[in-house]
C-alpha cells in the first residue's frame, strides 16, 4: 500500500503559512539527549515565574540558557547575559539543543541559523499562554525554533493583528514548529494545557524556542 509505504518515513513536514513549518516528531530521536542536557542547565538556571512589567505574575514558569535569556519586571522585557537569580551567565546552550535546532530550520528553509538563547518554559495542566508577539530579539530576519515536550498542547497562531483569527495547531511531544520571515510577528499564544500524564515527562508540558536574540 501506498500509504504505509509513506508511513515508512513518518510524518511529513507540514506548512502552515508561508514561512511557518510543523515537523511533527523532528526531536523524537533526541528526547533523552535533551533531557539529560536540560537537567544541569536547570541545577544552574531554575524554573521561576518572572512578572509582567504590568506586575502580573506569569503563569509559565522559565528558565533561560545561552548568551543571551529572556526576562521580564517591572521594568519591561528584554534579554539579558545574567540570570538575576544567580546574578551570573546564563548556562550555556547545549551541543544537543544548537545542533538539533539547526537541522530543523534547514529543513524549513532557513540555512545557517546560529541561536544564541534559549527560552525553556513550563507548563502544568491547566497553564496557558496568552496571545503576543516575539519581538525582543535584534534581528527579525531570524526565525524561530520552537521544540514541545511533555503533555500536548493546542498552539494559537494568530496573524500580524492581535485581533486577526488564530489557526489552532497541535503541538505534541517532539513536535518542532520553525517559524520566520513575514511570520515571525505573527501573535501566537497556548491555550490551557489538559489534565493528563505524559509517559516519559509526567504531568507537565515543556517547550523550547531557540532564537537570535542578540
Ligand atoms: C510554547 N511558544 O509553545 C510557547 N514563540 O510554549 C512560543 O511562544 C513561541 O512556540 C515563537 C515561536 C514559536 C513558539
Ligand atoms: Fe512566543
Not at 541559523?113 to 503576543?132: K, Q
Amino acid at each position: 500500500m501506498i500509504q504505509s509505504d509513506l508511513d515508512l518515513f513518518g510524518p511529513q513536514p507540514q506548512r502552515l503559512a508561508s514561512h511557518t513549518v510543523l515537523l511533527p516528531g523532528f526531536a523524537l530521536g533526541e528526547v533523552e539527549a535533551l533531557l539529560d542536557a536540560l537537567r544541569p542547565v536547570l541545577r544552574a538556571a531554575p524554573w521561576r515565574h518572572m512578572h509582567t512589567p504590568g506586575g502580573q505574575r506569569m503563569a509559565v514558569a522559565l528558565s533561560n540558557c545561552g548568551a543571551l535569556g529572556w526576562v521580564s519586571d517591572e521594568r519591561g522585557y528584554r534579554y539579558s547575559p545574567l540570570d538575576p537569580l544567580s546574578g551570573q551567565p546564563w548556562p550555556a546552550l547545549p551541543a544537543v539543543l544548537l545542533a538539533l535546532a539547526g537541522r530543523a530550520a534547514a529543513q524549513a528553509g532557513f540555512e545557517g541559523f546560529v541561536p544564541d538563547a534559549c527560552l525553556i518554559n513550563h507548563y502544568l495542566p491547566g497553564t496557558r499562554l496568552s496571545l503576543h508577539q516575539d519581538r525582543d530579539e535584534r534581528d527579525f530576519g531570524q526565525p524561530i525554533v520552537s521544540i514541545s515536550l511533555g503533555l500536548p498542547a493546542v498552539f494559537l497562531f494568530g496573524g500580524l493583528q492581535r485581533a486577526d483569527r488564530a489557526q489552532r495547531i497541535a503541538l505534541n511531544h517532539g513536535d518542532v514548529l520553525v517559524w520566520g520571515g513575514e511570520d515571525r510577528l505573527r501573535f501566537h499564544g497556548v491555550l490551557p494545557v489538559k489534565p493528563g500524564v505524559h509517559p516519559r515527562l509526567g504531568e507537565r508540558r515543556i517547550n523550547l524556542t531557540l532564537r537570535k536574540a542578540g
